[in-house]
């Protein structure tokens, strides 16, 4: 293979990866470099003069002609008087020989292996250029298209036929993937894998909800609107604070949209995620008060050192503070970067209730902190709540449940 066929082959494989010219000369010239170097041992003499257009390359070598008895003469950068006479006769001591390297000197395998060398040094760049342009992407969203569902990921396909991967937990639980279809993720991270860049996509980040609400209300996109908090749980629920620095623009309103427009869309995306909307305030009771919505609190006390809040309520708005499974009081907790406690209100009625703590000596304290992590802080609540239901919202056993259940109808049988 002669330096034309060479060229280019490397410069029709360049021009399909997207390489540009001066990158593509730079790759050719270092390739060059390093044959001359495996041959010569240096190139500290050599000049390398590429025409990628024309295919063309030249290597001229560089040596000064010196006495054939000078010590100098076994220098890489020096050349005897008759050795240089054999280039031209009428060369003289002290004068520089240019001598042109032709690609074939440097043998048939070293020419292959160059054009390999080549090839992969592409192939490399092509990787490195990939992990900037995505690690630059980190954030935004992309769409790609679903080529492979695996148990623990799904990949798909993005617009120039990269591999993009949705790891099992980064998807929305309730996301279901048919080969084809269209998805849209936010760019999470890229890692280098095996030498390669694996992109990685997620659903489930908050930002991923962000990014869908800039494209979804032009008053956020243009900084009208700003996202000041984002909490979710995946497919379940989400908690969005916005505020306008505008009087005249309803933060709450532009987001959600008329009779829902705008954020219906979103909710589709995220498959159904229940997503409420709240206006953000320095005010730190009111800013709870809007976060544990649709609950109605009655009182609360803030506790700055701890970081902990009590919030009393009326008993039939305990479970809506809580909500399913404690997803309200969690997300809301996360939202206003305090942990929220829920107690009932006490009434008249109430009077006969027996406070959990009253149990101590027959129930360990920490059942009954769990229990009154939920709002359950009497006996009476307990009961009234159910085996089924304080499972469903507490971590204890069942076993643990109906001990407590039984210590506590003890009480009031007595």
Not at 261 to 273: D, F, G, K, M, P
Request: hydrophobic content about 40%; glycine content about 6%.
């Amino acid at each position: 293979m002669d330096s034309l066929n060479l060229i280019d082959s490397f410069a029709d494989f360049a021009s399909h990866k997207n390489i540009d010219r001066p990158t593509m000369i730079r790759i050719l010239e270092d390739v060059f470099r390093t044959m001359i170097r495996k041959k010569y041992e240096t190139d500290d003499n050599f000049d390398i003069i590429i025409n990628a257009d024309k295919g063309d390359l030249e290597i001229w070598r560089f040596r000064e002609i010196v006495d054939d008895n000078s010590e100098d003469i076994w220098d890489h950068d020096k050349i005897s008087l008759t050795d240089a006479r054999k280039i031209e006769p009428d060369f003289e001591i002290g004068e520089e020989v240019s001598e042109e390297i032709k690609l074939l000197d440097f043998g048939r395998r070293a020419v292959m292996t160059a054009r390999q060398t080549l090839i992969q040094k592409v192939k490399d760049l092509e990787k490195d250029i990939l992990f900037q342009r995505y690690k630059d992407l980190a954030g935004e969203i992309i769409t790609g298209e679903v080529y492979q569902t695996l148990g623990r990921e799904v990949l798909l396909i993005d617009g120039e036929g990269n591999e993009i991967s949705i790891p099992k937990n980064e998807q929305i639980p309730k996301d279901r993937f048919r080969k084809g279809e269209s998805v849209r993720a936010v760019v999470d991270r890229v890692e280098m894998y095996n030498g390669s860049p694996k992109i990685i996509l997620s659903r489930t980040s908050p930002v991923f909800l962000e990014r869908l609400f800039e494209s979804e209300v032009p008053e956020v996109f243009d900084g009208l609107i700003t996202i000041k908090n984002v909490v979710r749980e995946p497919g379940e629920r989400a908690k969005v604070a916005v505020e306008s620095y505008d009087d005249r623009i309803d933060p709450v309103g532009a987001c959600v949209g008329m009779k829902g427009s705008r954020i219906h869309s979103i909710v589709r995306e995220l498959q159904n995620e229940n997503i409420d909307v709240i206006n953000f305030t320095d005010n730190m009771e009111l800013y709870i008060t809007r976060s544990l919505s649709p609950a109605k609190i009655v009182s609360m006390k803030i506790d700055k050192e701890t970081g902990r809040v009590s919030v009393y309520l009326k008993p039939d708005q305990v479970s809506l503070a809580i909500g399913r499974g404690g997803q309200n009081i969690k997300l809301a907790s996360k939202l206003v970067g305090m942990e929220i406690d829920v107690f009932r209100e006490l009434t008249g009625i109430e009077d006969e209730d027996v406070d959990l703590d009253e149990f101590g000596d027959e129930i360990e304290s920490w059942v009954i902190d769990e229990l009154k992590r939920v709002g359950l802080d009497t006996a009476k609540s307990v009961l009234a709540l159910g085996k089924e239901d304080i499972s469903t919202r507490t971590d204890l056993e069942e076993e643990t449940i109906e001990a407590v259940i039984n210590v506590l109808k003890q009480e009031f049988e007595q």
